[in-house]
T-cell receptor, first 111, second 114 residues
Framework: SQQGEEDPQALSIQEGENATMNCSYK?????LQWYRQNSGRGLVHLIL?????REKHSGRLRVTLDTSKKSSSLLITASRAADTASYFC???????????FGRGTSLIVHP | EAQVTQNPRYLITVTGKKLTVTCSQN?????MSWYRQDPGLGLRQIYY???????DKGDVPEGYKVSRKEKRNFPLILESPSPNQTSLYFC?????????????FGAGSRLTVL
């Protein structure tokens, strides 16, 4: 299994702005997942993008995947204070069923 | 409601006193896993299980034991807890038969070892 590396480690923005966070990984993948964690609580799955997809949307979330650069980005548009959380990516390599997580990006959205 | 239930949610114990953190899921998931989360270190996998009676070490298995006698339960056992096992623990499960392995997490168990 491999873990993703999220960047930046911390991000602070105003309500209404867009937030972009990135994930890099090392080896080829089957899919890549993004999760959110509100302070001290369990992670919640947000979105999954497969290796043959380049972009996926879910509400205010937009995920892109560039397999040539081994990277993914998560864009949250028109952010809200309730988006304040840590965000983790989990790349899944071919044949692996083991999602592993990095340190995440801590996002703070100021009202 | 589909969920992963962990107990206890909070526990303060002393060095050497055996404890078990229970994890139960009601989704008939094959895959279950334990993670610990420490400040600045992210989530690290302790043990995982692909199905009943099948368990494997994750990245930080030392000091922990698990068992998977039934599909729904995956308890985490600390035989002789030490202060460096003070952490926030999460259990998670997924249906690997779906091919995507999207995890459902429990609410977490905050353990303090004095």
């Amino acid at each position: 299994s491999q873990q993703g590396e999220e960047d930046p480690q911390a991000l602070s923005i105003q309500e209404g702005e867009n937030a972009t966070m990135n994930c890099s990984y090392k080896t080829s993948i089957n899919n890549l997942q993004w999760y959110r964690q509100n302070s001290g609580r369990g992670l919640v799955h947000l979105i999954l993008i497969r290796s043959n997809e380049r972009e996926k949307h879910s509400g205010r979330l937009r995920v892109t995947l560039d397999t040539s650069k081994k990277s993914s980005s998560l864009l949250i548009t028109a952010s809200r204070a309730a988006d304040t959380a840590s965000y983790f990516c989990a790349p899944l390599s071919g044949g692996s069923y083991i999602p592993t997580f990095g340190r995440g990006t801590s996002l703070i959205v100021h009202p | 409601e589909a969920q992963v239930t962990q107990n206890p949610r909070y526990l303060i114990t002393v060095t050497g006193k055996k404890l078990t953190v229970t994890c139960s899921q009601n989704m008939n998931h094959e895959y279950m896993s334990w993670y610990r989360q420490d400040p600045g270190l992210g989530l690290r996998q302790i043990y995982y299980s692909m199905n009943v009676e099948v368990t494997d070490k994750g990245d930080v298995p030392e000091g922990y034991k698990v068992s998977r006698k039934e599909k729904r339960n995956f308890p985490l056992i600390l035989e002789s807890p030490s202060p460096n096992q003070t952490s926030l623990y999460f259990c998670a499960s997924s249906a690997i038969s779906s091919g995507a392995n999207v995890l459902t997490f429990g609410a977490g168990s905050r353990l303090t070892v004095l």
